[in-house]
Each structure stands twice: as C-alpha cells, then as structure tokens.
C-alpha cells in the first residue's frame, strides 16, 4: 500500500559523505542534467582496500564496467592489472600506456582476428570454454597462457551469469589436455559467481570445483598454478551487503581449506566492486503525473532511464540509492525515463519515496552508479546523447553553465 | 528436441527479393561487420503503400524508429510528417530542412524548457496525458493545438507499450476542458496499440474509445477534429502478420462504423512499419561452441547482440529473421552477441537453425532490422562501437575494404 505522508528518509550518510555530497551538488549546480560524475578518490580506496582485505589476489580489473580514460589511468598508477574484454579496449589501455604484460584478454567470445591482433599487441594471457576459441588461440597466440573458464548457475547475485560462459568440469579437462598438445600453456581456472553476488558460499563452490580439476589434470602431468576467482564483489546500492572484508576473509578461508597452506596465484577481477559506488548521476525530475483521477501512485519521470545508462535497472535487477534532495512528508512512486519507449521505466514494482515538497525541475541523485552506466548508454536513442561522464573535481570551483 | 540433419530451409523470398539480395551481398562483402544497411527504395515503397491503402490518413513518422539522415530526407521530399520525440530529433529535422508546421512533438514526457524550445522553433502541436503536462504546455506553447493520448494495454503486439503512456478516459475528459480553459486548442486524441501489433481489433476499441470522448466533448462545447491512432503496423519477422492491406481496409470500416461517412482528420505514426523492412544488418559467426561434452545445443555468437543494436531481442520479443547463406543438413542452436555481458543472449527459447556447414567467419542476415535497431545500440559497452549504418547503393559497385 503507498503509505502517504510518511516522512521522507534517505540514509544519505550509507552512501556518501557530507563533504563529498556537498561537492557533488556545487558541481551539479550549474550543470545541465543527466550525467555522471566520479570521485577518482574513491576508486583510490577501493583499490586499497582490495589489496589489503586480499593481499593474496592480484587485481585485474574489469575495464568493460567503467572505461573512462582516468579511471583507467588511476587504476594504471596504482599497479592494477586488466581484465580486456574486446582490441578497442585494448587499443584504449595502449593509448594509456598500460603494458600488455598486465593485460588478460578475458572474453571467451573473440574473432580469429582479434585474437591474433591482442598477441600482435604483446598480450600472452588468453581466457578459453570452448575447443573451438582454444584452438583458434593455439592457431593465432601460440605458446600463450591460457586459463578456463568453470560454468556457474550465479544464484544469489543481483545480476546473475548465464550460462553463456564457461563450461563444465569434464570438457574444461580435456580442453586443459588439448591446449598443452597444441603447444599453449595451461596456467590455471577461472569461474564468475555472478554480479553483486550477495551469497559468499558460491565462491567455495567454484573454488572446490577448481581444486579437484588442479588434482585430476596433476594425475596428467597439468601443474596448473593460477585460480581467476573473477568478480561478484558488493557495491552499495538499496539492498544491504555484507563488508568486503567479510567476503575477503570468508574467501581466504575456502582457498586455504582447498589448497593449504601454499595457494596458487589468486586473481581477481572486480569491476562493479572497484567503480560502482565512487559514481553520482545527477538527474532531473521532468514530469510527475497522475495517470488516472484515482490512481494510488504518481509516475515521476526522471531525465535519464534504461537507454541513457541505467539499462541494469531491468527487471528492476539493480536497486539504485535515489535521493530528493528534499524534506518533509512523502508518498510512493513510480519512477520511469524520459524516452517514448514504454519498456522505458525503472522502478514500478519496488516502490521509491519522494517528498511531496518535489517539484518539476529538482535533482535527484542516483548513488552508487559508477559501474556498467556510461557505457551502456544508447548512442541516440529518440535523439538523445549517450550520458555524459565527469570526474569529481577535488576542489570544488564555481562552474560555469552548460547549455 | 535438437532435430538433427534436418535440411536447412529459410524462406528467403519472403524477406527479400533476389536482386536486392545480391546488391547487399555484394556490399557487404568486403565491408567489416557488423553494420546495417538501409534500402531507401523500401522507405519509398513503404511510404506510398500508407499512402495508398490509407488515403484518408495523414502520415507523421515515427523519427526514433530510424532516425538516419537519409531516411529522413527520403521522407521529407515525399511529403510525410514528423512524429518528434526530443528537441534533439527537433534539431535534426530543422537542418535537414523540414518544416516545423510538418512536426508534431509527441512525446507526453518533456521538460519545460523543451516545450519552450519546440514553440520558439515554431511547432504548434503538442500531445499530453496529465494535468501538469498540459499546464507546462499551456505556460510556455500558449494557443498550440494540443491532443491527448488514451491508455491502451497493447496486448497482442510484440513490443507492448506499457501504463506509461497516456491515461483514463474521465482523466482526458478533464484534461480537454482544462486545456480551453488554459487557453490551448484541443484538436483531438491518440491512442497507441503497441508496437507490431497484431490483433487488428484492438484499434476497433481505440477508435470507439475515442469516439465516445469526442462525443462527450461535444456536449461541453469542445469539438474535437483528429483522431492519431498512432502505429502498430506490421514489419515482416519471423511469426506472419496480416498484410497492411487488411490492416488498412479493417481500420477504414472501425472508423467509419464510429464516426460515419465525415471522417475527423485521422493521422498515423508508423515507425516500425516504415522502416523495418528496409534494413538488413549484416553480421559475422564469432564463434561456435559446444558448453558441455553432451550439450543439445551448440552456442552461436555473432558480432552483434543486445548492446550492439538488437535490444528488442529482450525477452526474444522481436524474433528476427536471421539467414545463414549456407546450404545442406542443419540444426537447431542458441545464438548469442559477443559481449561479456551474460543477458546479452539473443535466442535460447525460440530456436533458429543453422547450417551443419557454417563456419566461423561466416556472414549471418538478419532481415527487417531497419527499426530500432542502430540509435539503440550502446555508446560503447565492452569497448564496441556503435552499429554503423549505411544506405544500399542504387547500383552495387565493388567497394573498397573497410577496415
């Protein structure tokens, strides 16, 4: 039921500090809306905290969640490794002057021709499920380490994998015993326990399943030495998660009760868990209607929807933290895009809260937004541009207006 | 079940004729895919059989359909109108030279300074289905015709449109009062069956729907002239539709048995009926991969998915007719685009065949996607660019490698 007049309340202070926020509005002010605007500081921290709640993993960041050229550049600083999903980013990470030596080429999916331009590139880390894509990475990167990709089911996550990457146990064996004929270098397994994966049992499940492929391709002469435990790693939005350092700590237990004392080379590559909560969009109410003289909800129409970044918002999978940066009494809504297409709404089956003091013209602030928005933005669906991206300036200056 | 062997059979003519066939095979071939091109000719035909089998309707296109340049201008020097969604389609027709008496700006969702934009550049034709809507409108397009759009459900189209759009009857009612009050010219109503809709009935219940209001209006002094019954038309996918003929002679006898021998002025927005047909995108096999030792089905990626333009695959709403240019024993397989992205699977439920003698490398058609296809592909997610999009040259010449 809309429970009317209810008192407006954001946690605000879960999602951003009093200094930050007051930054992100001087910055917002003047600017035209909708767009995104990232704390590079931020992405510094997270970066931190992965290297000292897992001092055992080496990050290879997920460059397809946020691509912006100083994140990249941040992250390039820092000494993160990078998870390259297609030759444009590829191209990107050269043009930034990343060594291809920290580069992994993580798709399963990839032309002949690709394949041999990341090699040509210096690239010599290939990731395979298929005997089709290991042979084509024989052909076109000989002698490169290869690592496969374990199938999971990603229960538990916001945003579950399907069953489009990765296979099963028995093929990845002899997919392992294939690339050693054929001259590559079987390096280890990877598996991907899904997106903002809330259950951090499914990582022993994938990490179980890894070590008895290491034991059973030992038996034929296979030393693999390296296990891709991927990403799945928690960003902030609605639903609450527990802390990285629990799921770095749970993590580093299931790894040692598989593999002892000495574990094998552990990667990671976060890429919602590294950008995702140093993003703001800004955005602007266009519209609150009443779509019938009875109707129990107003539909607010917000600047930005499902084509201008916020496409995850799909069967309403990620939760975004929205904030109307108003007081007072509030009601239900229905929060939809400004596109004419009517798959074009966010949110009608959870319900968000907005102060009755909102008005046509006033911000709402989408939190946690950093991973998998810019990106996804259409080119120019109903016209419109693709979402314009920021970086927070550290100082907050007067800007001047955007038209 | 997998029918194994069965011969491969796609009724090819019936998507397109063999010339024409060979002209896209010829520019494609030493093109990189994956890209769409457009067969102006088609837009030609398109336009004219509206015109032909619905004498009585005045065309306004639906812009975001397709909203290349050059499908534009074809339109423009045929004599159509414009359905515009945003001030950026606004802009675009401006400097392709189209008139803004010949636009109408029919999205319900604008912000107050787009209404402004639209009347300073000269549009005096708004539509809205709410209160605050019809007042902006008021405020900043003073004495603009105005009308107001019904709440349909869509059912029985592929792409339905939701409770997005438009709003009750008793709501429009008061809408239409207020908007002489305010000092707007009610014109009349709209409806919107959903998009390839294909119950020809659903626009006998708009259409009565919107006789009935035109009625009441009447006895409150307000006579109401247009009736916009929107789009629905019918582009060739996979599962048959009546011809546009029957369309067209169904509508002509709903209008009649409401309205009798004077038709109000009756406008029609096609988009996908206007331009789907006339696009092909021409796509590549990146990779054929069996996931497991004895999985039914192996897994087809093309170089082109959700994010790369074939967004209406989404819940395979849009079944596209998809051709392997192969011959011989085929099957049935899953076919998925070629970004990490695990939603980004195009068909795992309907089942397309594919010939046993396919190969990587090979050209895939996919037919009638000349309809929300490029302006929604992504900005740049993993790193791909976004479709491009080219008109098929009159006369097929060899074309220089694009690479």
Same mark, same amino acid.
């Given at each position: ?23 992100? &509005? ?21 970066? *931190?905290?992965?290297? +000292? ?19 990249? /550049?941040?992250?390039? =600083? ?16 050269? &043009?930034? !002057? ?25 690239? &010599? ?6 005997? /089709? ?6 052909? #076109? ?24 990457? !990765?296979?099963?146990? =028995? ?39 890894? +070590? ?6 030992? =038996? *034929? ?23 990285? *350092? ?9 790894? #040692? $009760? %598989?593999?002892? %004392?000495?574990?094998? /080379?552990?990667?990671? $590559? ?41 496409? /995850? ?39 968000? &809260? ?50």
């Amino acid at each position: 039921m809309n429970t009317i007049d209810e008192t407006y309340y954001f946690p605000l202070d879960r999602y951003i500090d009093p200094e930050r926020m007051s930054r992100i &509005r001087e910055f917002a002010q003047s600017r035209e809306t909708p767009f995104l605007v990232v704390d590079l500081d931020l992405i510094k921290e997270r970066y *931190e905290r992965f290297q +000292k709640t897992m001092p055992f993993a080496k990050v290879y960041y997920a460059v397809k969640a946020n691509p912006m050229d100083e994140v990249i /550049e941040v992250l390039r =600083d820092l000494g993160s490794n990078f998870d390259v999903a297609t030759r444009y980013e590829l191209d990107q990470l050269l &043009r930034l !002057g990343v060594d291809p030596s920290r580069m992994s080429y993580g798709n399963t999916i990839k032309k002949r021709s690709d394949i041999a331009y990341f090699f040509e590139k210096g690239v &010599r880390v290939f990731c395979s499920d298929s005997f /089709e894509d290991t042979q084509n990475i024989a052909d #076109h990167a000989p002698g490169s380490r290869i690592f496969f990709r374990l199938i999971t089911e990603g229960s538990g996550s916001d945003w579950p994998l399907s069953r489009k990457f !990765g296979a099963h146990s =028995d093929l990845i064996f002899n997919l392992a015993l294939r690339s050693r004929d054929l001259g590559l270098v079987p390096w280890g397994l990877s598996f991907h326990v899904g997106s903002q994966q809330r259950d951090i049992g499914q990582y022993d499940d994938g990490i179980s399943r890894a +070590k008895y492929l290491f034991n059973c391709l030992r =038996d *034929e002469g296979i030393r693999l030495s390296m296990i891709n435990i991927g990403g799945g790693f928690p960003a902030n939005y609605v639903d609450p998660t527990l802390p990285m *350092e629990t799921y770095a700590s749970e993590i580093k237990r299931f790894l #040692h $009760e %598989d593999f002892g %004392d000495v574990l094998p /080379e552990v990667l990671i $590559e976060p890429g919602r868990g590294m950008t995702a909560d140093a993003g703001v969009i800004v955005s602007e109410i266009v519209l609150v209607a009443k779509k019938s003289k009875n109707g129990l909800y107003r539909w607010v129409y917000l600047d930005i929807g499902m084509f201008g970044g916020l496409i /995850e918002t799909f069967n309403e999978a990620i939760r975004y933290p929205i904030y109307f940066d108003k007081t007072g009494k509030s009601e239900e809504i229905i929060l939809a895009g400004p596109t004419c297409d009517s798959m074009d709404i966010l949110y009608q089956n959870y319900r968000y &809260r907005m102060p009755h003091s909102c008005r046509i013209g006033d911000r709402a602030y989408i939190f946690s937004a950093g991973a998998y928005t810019q990106s996804y933005s259409s080119v120019n669906f109903n016209g419109f541009p693709p979402l314009e991206a920021f970086v927070l300036p550290r100082n907050a200056q007067p800007v001047a207006t955007v038209s």
